[in-house]
């Protein structure tokens, strides 16, 4: 296996292979000497190069674990390289973007298979992973049309392998449910915090000390990556734009709803949405992803 990338996810990936013994050995490949250097420490790989292609010779699977916006660069880079017969995944929170990105650099007879867990935390670098951050995660898979499906199996066994739960669907209607339940959040917690930010002095220091849970939670997520997903606003921007577009309605509905007094609409709503979450807690998706200092 060769990973491109050894941050949460790929140093994720990296523990559950090894950990389980799925694969003979993995090479990473990272641009930072600071990230191969602590991977090296962790035991992570069994080898570490800077240059994309010098870590996908003869690798049997390839995972991109990169921002989504160096997928192209990345694919032109290593196609020279790549094996007949490999398998070449990714592991981007955009399907659509990374098919238009790579497709055009993938030589015959290597398989590409788009892929993405549902799963991470906020966390950066070799040390935020875990081995068992994919156990009872979704892990979507949007096959291209046309293609093998014994590759897509052969994927689809390693990922279940790490415990994941794998899944099909069609790119771009993987797309369109990760604006809503990944995408729109992130860009609310990003603007809430932001707004907290622009608060001066006293009243910004207190909003800080007096924190309650709901404010605690959007600042997890406000620190994720901002490389990642400066990239995926970018490249889902289609999607995002029209479930924000629907979020600003219903945002209106109840900023008219406060204004009035009118409670029995605020309950209406308020009901309805701790259905979907009692729906989240009985599909076992509820529990905090698991970080463990080096996950081992």
Not at 132 to 139: H, P, S
Not at 224 to 235: A, E, G, T
Not at 251 to 277: N, V
Not at 282 to 294: D, R, S, V
């Amino acid at each position: 296996m060769a990973l491109i990338g050894i941050g949460n996810l790929g140093s994720s990936i990296a523990r559950a292979v090894r950990s389980r013994g799925l694969v003979g050995s993995v090479v990473a490949a990272d641009q930072s000497a600071e990230a191969r250097s602590r991977a090296a420490e962790l035991g992570l790989a069994d080898g570490f190069v800077e240059n994309p292609a010098d870590a996908v010779q003869g690798a049997d699977i390839v995972v991109i674990c990169t921002p989504i916006g160096t997928y192209g660069a990345i694919a032109e880079t290593i196609a020279p390289h790549l094996k007949p017969g490999a398998v070449l995944t990714d592991i981007g929170s955009v399907k659509q973007a990374v098919v238009a990105a790579v497709r055009p650099h993938v030589p015959a007879g290597v398989h590409f298979i788009p892929g993405h867990p549902i799963a991470g935390t906020e966390k950066s670098g070799p040390d935020a992973g875990s081995g068992a951050l994919f156990e009872g995660r979704y892990w979507i898979l949007t096959p291209l049309d046309g293609g093998d499906p014994a590759p897509v199996a052969r994927l689809a066994a390693l990922w279940s392998a790490c415990g994941a739960i794998v899944e099909e669907l069609p790119a771009d209607y993987h797309d369109k449910v990760l604006a809503v339940t990944s995408h729109l959040p992130h860009l609310i917690a990003y603007t809430i915090v932001g707004t907290a930010f622009d608060l001066e002095g006293q009243e910004q220091r207190d909003v800080i000390r007096f924190s309650a849970g709901g404010f605690r939670d959007f600042t997890r997520i406000a620190g994720s990556n901002p490389i990642m997903w400066r990239d995926i606003f970018l490249n889902n921007r289609e999607a995002v734009l029209e479930m924000l577009q629907r979020f600003s309605e219903d945002l209106s509905y109840l900023q008219r709803a406060i204004r009035w007094g009118e409670g029995d609409k605020l309950e209406e709503l308020f009901t309805k949405t701790r259905e979907i979450r009692r729906g989240v807690v009985e599909a076992n998706q509820a529990q905090p992803f698991p970080y463990g200092g080096n996950g081992q």
